[in-house]
């Protein structure tokens, strides 16, 4: 599945309502060339009233519900929608992740036909599933370490900003 079209659609809606947040885990990892699957793509963001009405807004636009499946084991809030399986998980907690500030200021900006979202660095995606330690997070480990050490540095570097090629 091309997985462009809604990140692109995404990144409207987020620009549109005022939301920022930076994509993390395994889709994070798949678009800086990781060869990594997902069934969902995970969300970091800063969790406020006003971030809140604005996922909410969001689902709508969507067509999708909000749901809060873990709670009160956990604090994450998924945007699903059943018709075409799509599931976008927001946190506004990570393991090995210090802030939100922090990821985002070594995020990169990844551009889907003129629409621009954050993404995780590679070396903040593989620190936090270090520190998560659950099975499926520590099988992945060794492809996420190959994938930056055959990264070019201009990837890997100081923030910036590239071209999502299809």
Do not use: C, W
Not at 17 to 38: I, S
Not at 110 to 125: C, E, K, N, Q, Y
């Amino acid at each position: 599945m091309d997985a462009a079209p809604i990140l692109a659609r995404i990144a409207r809606l987020f620009a549109a309502h005022g939301l920022e947040a930076v994509v993390v885990g395994n889709a994070a990892a798949a678009l800086q060339g990781a060869p990594v699957t997902t069934v969902d793509i995970d969300f970091f963001f800063r969790r406020t009233p006003a971030n809140l009405r604005k996922l909410t807004a969001i689902a709508r636009d969507l067509d999708a519900v909000l749901l809060k499946p873990h709670y009160p084991a956990s604090r994450m809030i998924r945007i699903s929608r059943d018709e075409d399986g799509l599931q976008l998980d927001f946190m506004s907690e990570i393991d090995g992740i210090r802030s939100f500030e922090g990821i985002r200021r070594r995020s990169r900006e990844v551009s889907f036909a003129g629409t621009v979202l954050r993404i995780a660095s590679l070396p903040d995606i593989i620190k936090s599933k270090k520190a998560a330690g659950r099975p499926r997070d520590v099988a992945v480990l060794p492809i996420l370490e190959k994938t930056l050490a055959e990264t070019p540095h201009h990837q890997t570097g100081p923030p910036g900003r590239f071209e999502k090629r299809k």
